[in-house]
């Protein structure tokens, strides 16, 4: 089967750095997705990690190790606007087709 | 803004009735995945189409179908509504099949079912 764990909630200032974390258990892993979700809104696509290592992209980042089945994003800088939720997601391949797989979400509140 | 629509925003219905929404693929993809998200939930996956075939299938009662049309625009169809329906529904469109390497979502349609 499928897991996926991520913390339901964090708190962070504006300004400051947060790392949100996300561990995952999957049989067919083929790659690995974060998303921010506005409330009331559309999940938008952040990242994309299929190999080991860290993807930057500018205020935000994603790391993923698939050894440990374990993944996170780093939001630095952090601004009012980025208050949302945040979902992991994981690209599992099912039988012949490929499907995201999601976490709950973390609900990040930024504060000024 | 994705290029990926859904039709309607948001829809009432009582229990037992039948409800079908709408979405229209981003230019140039072939895939919909149709998700169900309950209020302070992830998505999770319903079914998935590829040129106008069911795909790929999650853990979700006949009473949920769909359709892909020869644009690749598709319809979620949900029959004998029941209370714990009530979710928003996204459509995310993809190159390829198995979804590709990004989905895109649609804004998505808030059902609620009374």
């Known amino acids: 089967g499928q897991n996926i764990d991520q913390p339901t909630e964090m708190t962070a200032t504006e300004g400051a750095i947060v790392q949100i974390n996300c561990t995952y258990q999957?049989?067919?892993?083929?790659?690995l997705f974060w998303y921010q979700q506005h409330a009331g809104e559309a999940p938008t696509f952040l990242s994309y990690?299929?190999l080991d290592g860290l993807e930057e992209k500018g205020r935000f980042s994603s790391f993923l190790s698939r050894s440990k089945g374990y993944s996170y994003l780093l939001l630095k800088e952090l601004q009012m606007k980025d208050s949302a939720s945040y979902l992991c997601?994981?690209?599992?391949w099912g039988t012949g087709f490929q499907k995201l797989v999601f976490g709950t979400g973390t609900r990040l509140l930024v504060s000024p | 803004e994705t290029g990926v629509t859904q039709s309607p925003t948001h829809l009432i219905k009582t229990r037992g009735q039948q409800v079908t929404l709408r979405c229209s693929s981003q230019?140039?993809?072939?895939?919909v995945s149709w998700y169900q998200q309950a209020l302070g939930q992830g998505p999770q996956f319903i079914f998935q189409?590829?040129?106008?075939?069911?795909?790929g299938r999650g853990n979700f009662p006949p009473r949920f179908s769909g359709l892909q049309f020869p644009n690749y625009s598709s319809e979620l169809n949900v029959n004998a509504l029941e209370l714990d329906d009530s979710a928003l529904y996204l459509c995310?469109?993809?190159?390829?099949?198995?979804?590709?390497?990004?989905?895109?979502f649609g804004p998505g349609t808030r059902l609620t079912v009374t």
């Open positions: 995310a469109s993809s190159r390829g099949q198995g979804g590709g390497y990004e989905q895109y």
């Open positions: 230019s140039g993809h072939n895939t």
């Open positions: 189409y590829y040129r106008e075939e069911e795909n």
């Open positions: 999957t049989s067919g892993f083929n790659g």
């Open positions: 990690n299929v």
């Open positions: 997601a994981v690209r599992d």
